[in-house]
């Protein structure tokens, strides 16, 4: 009989801490819990200079509150042979989706570099490569490396030296308000969702 109860006791603890961790079963992975409780509470941003495509060194809530606009924003850097080729690519897709849909005053895509490596001339070379118009999709890097390192932590990436002067990381898109808030993580391969998500905060800013 006390080992019933003993192993009853076991499964009830077990599965309290897996409610606990799984934010009331609805999150399957720290990663998910993460995302759930951003879009329910999103998060501040500590501010960090940052440098961009025509070497100017600016303020990155500045960049952020500069116009009132929703931004949606990943993290590459310019010499990555393999998931920064795809994020490009489907950042391209989200700035041709905002362009359809009329959405360039009030949705706009921002690609940050970590690499420290990446300086005016990369950028500004990057963009071109990736077919970018200027006035929706902007290309910045950290001008500071302990803010990019409090930004890059913020926002959940990992970057992890690799040879040849490549590195791994993980990425997906990031919805952040004009106030400097993170609001969205959405996955890459979805940048309807992350345009969405954009769109709707934007529509509830303005009313």
């Known amino acids: 009989?006390?080992?019933?109860?003993?192993?009853?006791?076991?499964?009830?603890?077990?599965?309290?801490?897996?409610?606990?961790?799984?934010?009331?079963?609805?999150?399957?992975?720290?990663?998910?819990a993460r995302r759930e409780a951003v879009a329910l509470e999103p998060r501040p941003l500590p501010d960090a200079r940052?440098?961009?495509?025509?070497?100017?060194?600016?303020?990155?809530l500045d960049v952020l509150s500069a116009d009132g606009r929703v931004a949606i924003i990943n993290f590459f850097y310019s010499r990555c042979v393999s998931l920064c080729l795809a994020q490009g690519a489907q950042t391209e897709r989200l700035q041709r989706a905002i362009d359809e849909q009329g959405l360039a005053g009030r949705v706009r895509l921002i690609s940050l570099s970590f690499d420290s490596r990446d300086r005016a001339p990369e950028l500004a070379d990057y963009a071109r490569r990736m077919h970018a118009r200027p006035e929706i999709w902007?290309?910045?890097?950290?001008?500071?490396?302990?803010?990019?390192?409090?930004?890059?932590?913020?926002?959940?990436?990992?970057?992890?030296?690799?040879?040849?002067?490549?590195?791994?990381?993980?990425?997906?898109?990031?919805?952040v308000t004009p106030g400097g808030?993170?609001?969205?993580?959405?996955?890459?391969?979805?940048?309807?969702?992350?345009?969405?998500?954009?769109?709707a905060l934007a529509a509830g800013a303005a009313r």
């Not at 019933?4 to 998910?32: N, P, R």
């Not at 940052?50 to 990155?60: C, K, M, N």
């Not at 890059?152 to 970057?159: E, R």
């Open 138 to 175: 902007q290309f910045l890097s950290f001008a500071d490396p302990a803010a990019r390192d409090r930004l890059l932590s913020l926002f959940g990436i990992v970057v992890v030296p690799a040879p040849l002067g490549q590195f791994e990381h993980n990425a997906a898109f990031h919805v």
């Open 1 to 32: 009989m006390r080992w019933a109860l003993a192993l009853l006791l076991a499964l009830a603890t077990g599965v309290g801490a897996l409610y606990w961790v799984t934010a009331g079963f609805t999150a399957l992975t720290a990663e998910d």
């Open 50 to 60: 940052v440098l961009a495509a025509d070497g100017r060194t600016l303020s990155l």
């Open 181 to 199: 808030r993170l609001a969205r993580i959405v996955d890459l391969d979805d940048p309807g969702e992350a345009l969405q998500a954009a769109e």
